[in-house]
C-alpha cells in the first residue's frame, strides 16, 4: 500500500479531521452518523408480519414510511429457498421531514463531497440497506422457523465494506442480542470520518478493518486488489480491498456475451428489470451493472432488490406510462408478468455453471412465464460490435480455470477503457469550451462556459474521437446522440459546469485580490465606485459559500481592499455602506 | 524497525479500572469519574522493548453482566489478555479464577496470561493481600502485578512484562503490503524469556 501514502491528501486536510477526536463539538453519535444511519432489527411477527424490533441508535428517527419499506425488503420476498443465512442489499427513497440535526456532520459531508469521486458520494435522498436474513428451523415457534433480519441504515454507497461489516455484526447478534448492537454501535462511534484518500483502521467487535477511502484523484485502474489476511492469533488488520467494488465478473458471466449490450443500455439509462432467483445475486447483479460505467456516475434510480410492497412499487409499474429510466432487482416471479412490458430483462438463474443457451440473446415477448431461461430479453441493437478479443480472453479463462479475481480485474479494466474511450472526446469539447485566462478581468464579471453543442462535438469525433484509444467499431455518434438524451449525460454536465465555473470563480477572485483597486478608483465618479464596492460584495458572497474550496486569506484580502476603497470615499457615503 | 501487531484484551469485573489503566498506558492520565465501558472500547498504542516495537491493539471490554457474552468476540484471536481485579473487593478476585478457567477453555490456546491488582494506591483498604494473589498467578504461569491508574504504579512495566512473554514469531513486517502469515507457536512456547 505505499502508493496508498502518495496519494493521501495534504496534511494539513486530515489533521483537521484528527483533531475531532478532542474537539468538544463532536457529541456522542456524531461520528457513527458519518458511517451509519441506523441499525436495525425486523422480526416476524405472527400477527402483524414483518415488524421492527429494535432501531439502534434509539434517538434515530425513521418516517412510517421508511420503516414499512426496511421491514418489507429486509425480507427475502418469497423465502421457502433462502434458508439458513442470506445477505443482500437494497436501496430506498428516504421519506424523512426531520430536520438533518448536526452541522458538525454536515462539514465533515462538505468536505468529503469535495474530495470524494462522484461515484461514491453519499446520498441525501436515498438509503442503503445492508441486510443479514436468518432462517433455521425453531420447534418452539409457532411457525416453525425463527425469522429475523439485522439491517445496516446508511447513506453511503460503500457496497462491500458494508457487506463485510453486516457479515461481522449480524451473527454475533443472533448469539448475544441486543448488548451486541451497542458495542458495535459504539465501536462505529469511535471511527474516524471517511475522508477521501485515507486509510482507515476500523475497529469492530474484536476485530480492526482496513480501508482506503477512495479519492477523485486516484486513478480509477488502480483498485488494489489485496486479498484480506486472517491470521490466528497475531492481529494485523483485516484489509477490505475496495470499499465499494463489487465482483462483475461473477455476476456477468450468465450473460457474459451480452456485456457490452449491457453498457451501452447502462449508459443511456434505459429501464432495466433484473430477476434473479435469490436476493443475494438480485442486489449483486444490480449493483454490477451500477459499477460497470465506474468513473462515470449512475445517475438514476436503481433498487438492488426491489418487492411488491415497496412504497414506489405502483409508480415504477404502472402499465399507463412508459418504464421509468430506472434498474429493479427482483426475486418475486410475480414480477415476470407485471415487468413483462418492460424493454429489457436479464434473468439471472443458479450461480454456478453457466448453462450456454442463456448466452443467446432473446426477444422480449418471450418472457411470460416464470419458468423462462437465463439470458438478455431485449429488442435492442447495441451501437457498437461486440469486443470479441475480451470476450474470447473471459471465455478461455473460464475454461482454464483462470482465479476468478483475475477475470473479475479483466472485466473491470475492459469496462473502465470503454467508459474512457467514450467519455474522453466528450471530456476534451468541453475543455474547449473553457474560456481563456487572459479574459478573466477584475473589471468584469468572470467568464463562463460556453455552451455545450451536440452538434459541434460530433464534428470533432472525426479526428478526435473514440478510435483514438477503442479498438471498438460501429455506430459511435448514434450511441453519443443516445447518451445526449440521457439523465447520466445530463448531470455530467452540469456537474463539470458547476467544476469549471467555480474554477473561474476563484481565479476571478484572484485576479481582483492582484488588481490595484486603489489606483483604478483615483480617476473614477463616486458612483463608479460605489458600483465597484457593491460588486465586490457580491463577489465575496458567492465565494463564501460553503461547497467552493476558497481559501481565507484571498477573502480576507479581498476585505481589506473593499475597507480601503470605502475609507477614500466622503464620510456621509462611508457610513452608508458600512450600514448596509 | 520491525513491528508485531498484539490483539490484547482486558477481562475484569465492573469497576476494578481496567479503561482506567489502558487510559494511564495509553495517555498517562486519569480521570476520577470515568464512565462505565458500553461493549468495548479500542485503543492502540505503541511501545517498544529491547529494540521491537510492539503495536497494541488493546480491547478494553466492559465489566458490566450484560455485556458477558460478547467477551468471546474480544478474546477470540488475543495473543494477550490482562484480567484485572480489584485489591479492595475479594469478590473481584474471584471473578479472576472464572475467567481464567473461560480462557483455559474457549481462549486461544497460545495467550499470554496476566493478572492485574489495580487500586494499589489503597492500601489501607486492601482485602486480597499480594502473596495469595501471587501464589495463584504462579500456580497458572501468568504474570503478576499490583498497578495503580491512579499514581501510575507499575502500569507501563504490565505491558513491557506481557512483550516479553510473547512467544517468538516471525517478525511482521511495517510495511503492510505483504504479510506473513503466522507460524503456529504451540512448539515454540518453550523459548519464551523470562517471566
Given at each position: 500500500?505505499?502508493?496508498?501514502?502518495?496519494?493521501?491528501?495534504?496534511?494539513?486536510?486530515?489533521?483537521s479531521?484528527?483533531?475531532?477526536?478532542?474537539?468538544?463539538?463532536?457529541?456522542?453519535?456524531?461520528?457513527?452518523?458519518?458511517?451509519?444511519?441506523?441499525?436495525?432489527?425486523?422480526?416476524?411477527?405472527?400477527?402483524?408480519?414483518?415488524?421492527?424490533?429494535?432501531?439502534?441508535?434509539s434517538?434515530?428517527?425513521?418516517?412510517?414510511?421508511?420503516?414499512?419499506?426496511?421491514?418489507?425488503?429486509?425480507?427475502?420476498?418469497?423465502?421457502?429457498?433462502?434458508m439458513?443465512?442470506?445477505?443482500?442489499?437494497?436501496?430506498?427513497?428516504?421519506?424523512?421531514?426531520?430536520?438533518?440535526?448536526k452541522?458538525?456532520?454536515?462539514?465533515?459531508?462538505?468536505?468529503?463531497?469535495?474530495?470524494?469521486?462522484?461515484?461514491?458520494?453519499?446520498?441525501?435522498?436515498?438509503?442503503?440497506?445492508?441486510?443479514?436474513?436468518?432462517?433455521?428451523?425453531?420447534?418452539?415457534?409457532?411457525?416453525?422457523?425463527?425469522?429475523?433480519?439485522?439491517?445496516?441504515?446508511?447513506?453511503?454507497?460503500?457496497i462491500?465494506?458494508?457487506?463485510?461489516?453486516?457479515?461481522?455484526?449480524?451473527?454475533?447478534?443472533?448469539?448475544?442480542g441486543?448488548?451486541?448492537l451497542?458495542?458495535?454501535?459504539?465501536?462505529?462511534?469511535?471511527?474516524?470520518?471517511p475522508?477521501?484518500?485515507?486509510?482507515?483502521?476500523?475497529?469492530?467487535?474484536?476485530?480492526?478493518?482496513?480501508?482506503?477511502?477512495?479519492?477523485?484523484?486516484?486513478?480509477?485502474?488502480?483498485?488494489?486488489?489485496?486479498?484480506p489476511?486472517?491470521s490466528?492469533?497475531?492481529?494485523?488488520?483485516?484489509?477490505?480491498?475496495?470499499?465499494?467494488?463489487?465482483?462483475?465478473?461473477?455476476?456477468?458471466?450468465?450473460?457474459?456475451?451480452?456485456?457490452?449490450?449491457?453498457?451501452?443500455?447502462?449508459?443511456?439509462?434505459?429501464?432495466?428489470?433484473?430477476?434473479?432467483?435469490?436476493?443475494?445475486f438480485?442486489?449483486?447483479?444490480?449493483?454490477a451493472?451500477?459499477?460497470?460505467?465506474s468513473?462515470?456516475?449512475?445517475t438514476?434510480?436503481?433498487?438492488?432488490?426491489?418487492?411488491?410492497?415497496?412504497?414506489?412499487?405502483?409508480?415504477?409499474?404502472?402499465?399507463?406510462?412508459?418504464?421509468?429510466?430506472?434498474?429493479?432487482?427482483?426475486?418475486?416471479?410475480?414480477?415476470a408478468?407485471?415487468?413483462?412490458?418492460?424493454?429489457?430483462?436479464?434473468?439471472?438463474?443458479?450461480?454456478?455453471?453457466?448453462?450456454?443457451?442463456?448466452?443467446?440473446k432473446?426477444?422480449?415477448?418471450?418472457?411470460?412465464?416464470?419458468?423462462?431461461?437465463?439470458?438478455?430479453?431485449?429488442?435492442?441493437k447495441?451501437?457498437?460490435?461486440?469486443?470479441?478479443?475480451?470476450?474470447?480472453?473471459?471465455?478461455?479463462?473460464i475454461?482454464?480455470?483462470?482465479?476468478?479475481?483475475?477475470?473479475?480485474?479483466?472485466l473491470k479494466?475492459?469496462?473502465?477503457?470503454?467508459?474512457?474511450?467514450?467519455?474522453?472526446?466528450?471530456?476534451?469539447?468541453?475543455?474547449?469550451?473553457?474560456?481563456?485566462?487572459?479574459?478573466?478581468?477584475?473589471?468584469?464579471q468572470?467568464?463562463?462556459?460556453?455552451?455545450?453543442?451536440?452538434?459541434?462535438?460530433?464534428?470533432?469525433?472525426?479526428h478526435?474521437?473514440?478510435?483514438?484509444?477503442s479498438?471498438?467499431?460501429?455506430?459511435?455518434?448514434?450511441l453519443?446522440?443516445?447518451?445526449?438524451?440521457?439523465?447520466?449525460?445530463?448531470?455530467?454536465?452540469?456537474?463539470?459546469?458547476?467544476?469549471?465555473?467555480?474554477?473561474?470563480?476563484?481565479?476571478?477572485?484572484?485576479?481582483?485580490?492582484?488588481?490595484?483597486?486603489?489606483?483604478?478608483?483615483?480617476?473614477?465618479?463616486?458612483?463608479e465606485?460605489?458600483?465597484?464596492?457593491?460588486?465586490l460584495r457580491?463577489?465575496?458572497?458567492?465565494?463564501?459559500?460553503?461547497?467552493?474550496?476558497?481559501?481565507?486569506?484571498?477573502?480576507?484580502?479581498?476585505?481589506i481592499?473593499?475597507?480601503?476603497?470605502?475609507?477614500?470615499?466622503?464620510?456621509?457615503?462611508?457610513?452608508?455602506?458600512?450600514?448596509? | 524497525?520491525?513491528?508485531?501487531?498484539?490483539?490484547?484484551?482486558?477481562?475484569g469485573?465492573?469497576?476494578?479500572?481496567?479503561?482506567s489503566?489502558?487510559?494511564?498506558?495509553?495517555?498517562?492520565?486519569?480521570?476520577?469519574?470515568?464512565?462505565?465501558?458500553?461493549?468495548?472500547?479500542?485503543?492502540?498504542?505503541?511501545?517498544?522493548?529491547?529494540?521491537q516495537?510492539?503495536?497494541?491493539?488493546?480491547?478494553?471490554?466492559?465489566?458490566?453482566?450484560?455485556?458477558?457474552?460478547?467477551?468471546?468476540?474480544?478474546?477470540?484471536?488475543?495473543?494477550?489478555?490482562?484480567?484485572?481485579?480489584?485489591?479492595?473487593?475479594?469478590s473481584?478476585?474471584?471473578?479472576?479464577?472464572?475467567?481464567?478457567?473461560?480462557?483455559?477453555?474457549?481462549?486461544?490456546?497460545?495467550?499470554?496470561?496476566?493478572?492485574?491488582?489495580?487500586?494499589?494506591?489503597l492500601v489501607?483498604?486492601?482485602?486480597?493481600?499480594?502473596?495469595?494473589?501471587h501464589?495463584?498467578?504462579?500456580?497458572?504461569?501468568?504474570?503478576?502485578?499490583?498497578?495503580?491508574?491512579?499514581?501510575?504504579?507499575?502500569?507501563?512495566?504490565?505491558?513491557?512484562?506481557?512483550?516479553?512473554?510473547?512467544?517468538?514469531?516471525?517478525?511482521?513486517?511495517?510495511?503492510?503490503?505483504?504479510?506473513?502469515?503466522?507460524?503456529p507457536?504451540?512448539?515454540?512456547?518453550?523459548?519464551?524469556?523470562r517471566?
Open positions: 500500500m505505499a502508493s496508498v501514502a502518495e496519494r493521501q491528501p495534504p496534511l494539513q486536510s486530515t489533521r479531521f484528527e483533531n475531532d477526536e478532542n474537539s468538544p463539538t463532536i457529541l456522542p453519535w456524531d461520528r457513527f452518523s458519518n458511517w451509519l444511519h441506523c441499525v436495525c432489527v425486523v422480526t416476524f411477527d405472527l400477527e402483524l408480519g414483518q415488524a421492527m424490533e429494535l432501531v439502534y441508535p434517538h434515530v428517527k425513521l418516517s412510517e414510511k421508511e420503516k414499512m419499506n426496511i421491514c418489507y425488503l429486509s425480507f427475502p420476498d418469497s423465502n421457502s429457498g433462502c439458513g443465512d442470506t445477505l443482500f442489499n437494497y436501496r430506498i427513497r428516504q421519506h424523512t421531514t426531520t430536520f438533518n440535526r452541522a458538525a456532520t454536515l462539514s465533515t459531508r462538505n468536505a468529503y463531497e469535495r474530495r470524494g469521486p462522484v461515484t461514491l458520494q453519499g446520498e441525501n435522498a436515498y438509503y442503503h440497506g445492508f441486510v443479514y436474513f436468518r432462517q433455521v428451523r425453531d420447534k418452539s415457534s409457532r411457525r416453525g422457523y425463527f425469522q429475523k433480519s439485522v439491517v445496516l441504515i446508511t447513506k453511503l454507497p460503500y462491500n465494506l458494508f457487506t463485510h461489516l453486516i457479515d461481522i455484526i449480524a451473527p454475533e447478534y443472533f448469539d448475544n441486543e448488548p451486541c451497542e458495542a458495535a454501535c459504539h465501536d462505529i462511534d469511535q471511527w474516524s470520518p475522508f477521501p484518500g485515507a486509510t482507515l483502521h476500523l475497529p469492530i467487535m474484536g476485530v480492526v478493518l482496513q480501508v482506503r477511502i477512495p479519492s477523485k484523484h486516484d486513478k480509477p485502474a488502480q483498485s488494489q486488489v489485496i486479498k489476511i486472517l490466528p492469533g497475531s492481529a494485523p488488520p483485516i484489509v477490505i480491498p475496495s470499499v465499494n467494488e463489487v465482483e462483475v465478473f461473477k455476476c456477468f458471466q450468465p450473460v457474459l456475451p451480452h456485456i457490452q449490450l449491457l453498457w451501452e443500455l447502462i449508459l443511456t439509462n434505459e429501464p432495466i428489470v433484473v430477476m434473479a432467483p435469490s436476493p443475494t438480485c442486489s449483486d447483479t444490480v449493483q451493472l451500477v459499477f460497470m460505467m468513473p462515470l456516475k449512475y438514476s434510480d436503481y433498487r438492488p432488490y426491489f418487492t411488491i410492497h415497496d412504497s414506489e412499487f405502483k409508480e415504477y409499474t404502472t402499465k399507463t406510462q412508459a418504464p421509468p429510466p430506472v434498474i429493479l432487482g427482483v426475486t418475486n416471479p410475480f414480477f408478468k407485471t415487468l413483462q412490458h418492460w424493454p429489457h430483462i436479464i434473468r439471472i438463474g443458479e450461480m454456478g455453471p453457466v448453462d450456454k443457451s442463456s448466452w443467446k432473446k426477444k422480449s415477448s418471450n418472457i411470460k412465464t416464470l419458468e423462462s431461461k437465463p439470458g438478455v430479453y431485449t429488442r435492442y447495441p451501437f457498437l460490435n461486440k469486443d470479441k478479443t475480451v470476450l474470447k480472453r473471459l471465455q478461455k479463462g475454461q482454464n480455470k483462470r482465479p476468478v479475481e483475475v477475470q473479475d480485474a479483466m479494466r475492459h469496462f473502465l477503457e470503454l467508459t474512457q474511450s467514450f467519455m474522453i472526446p466528450l471530456e476534451r469539447y468541453v475543455a474547449s469550451l473553457m474560456p481563456l485566462q487572459r479574459n478573466i478581468s477584475p473589471w468584469k468572470p467568464p463562463r462556459l460556453k455552451p455545450f453543442l451536440p452538434e459541434e462535438f460530433i464534428k470533432t469525433l472525426e478526435s474521437g473514440p478510435q483514438l484509444t479498438g471498438l467499431t460501429g455506430d459511435w455518434i448514434g453519443y446522440r443516445r447518451f445526449f438524451k440521457s439523465s447520466n449525460f445530463e448531470a455530467w454536465l452540469r456537474s463539470r459546469q458547476q467544476e469549471v465555473n467555480q474554477k473561474l470563480s476563484i481565479l476571478h477572485l484572484d485576479a481582483l485580490c492582484d488588481a490595484d483597486l486603489m489606483q483604478w478608483i483615483k480617476d473614477k465618479q463616486e458612483v465606485i460605489v458600483d465597484l464596492i457593491l460588486r457580491d463577489k465575496l458572497a458567492t465565494v463564501c459559500a460553503p461547497d467552493l474550496p476558497t481559501r481565507q486569506e484571498r477573502i480576507n484580502q479581498l476585505k481592499h473593499m475597507d480601503h476603497i470605502i475609507s477614500s470615499l466622503p464620510d456621509d457615503l462611508q457610513s452608508i455602506l458600512k450600514s448596509n | 524497525m520491525s513491528m508485531r501487531e498484539i490483539k490484547l484484551c482486558l477481562l469485573d465492573s469497576g476494578v479500572g481496567k479503561s489503566l489502558v487510559q494511564r498506558f495509553v495517555s498517562d492520565t486519569f480521570n476520577t469519574h470515568s464512565q462505565p465501558t458500553i461493549g468495548a472500547s479500542f485503543m492502540s498504542k505503541t511501545l517498544v522493548v529491547d529494540d516495537s510492539y503495536k497494541f491493539q488493546i480491547w478494553d471490554t466492559a465489566g458490566q453482566e450484560k455485556y458477558r457474552g460478547l467477551a468471546p468476540m474480544y478474546y477470540r484471536g488475543a495473543a494477550a489478555a490482562i484480567i484485572v481485579y480489584d485489591i479492595t473487593r475479594e473481584s478476585f474471584s471473578a479472576v479464577k472464572m475467567w481464567v478457567r473461560e480462557l483455559e477453555q474457549y481462549g486461544p490456546g497460545d495467550v499470554v496470561l496476566a493478572i492485574a491488582g489495580n487500586k494499589a494506591d489501607d483498604q486492601r482485602e486480597v493481600t499480594y502473596d495469595e494473589a501464589k495463584y498467578a504462579d500456580q497458572i504461569n501468568a504474570t503478576f502485578v499490583e498497578t495503580s491508574a491512579k499514581t501510575a504504579v507499575n502500569v507501563t512495566q504490565l505491558f513491557t512484562a506481557i512483550t516479553r512473554k510473547l512467544p517468538a514469531e516471525i517478525i511482521v513486517s511495517t510495511h503492510n503490503t505483504v504479510r506473513p502469515t503466522r507460524a507457536q504451540k512448539s515454540e512456547k518453550s523459548k519464551c524469556c517471566s
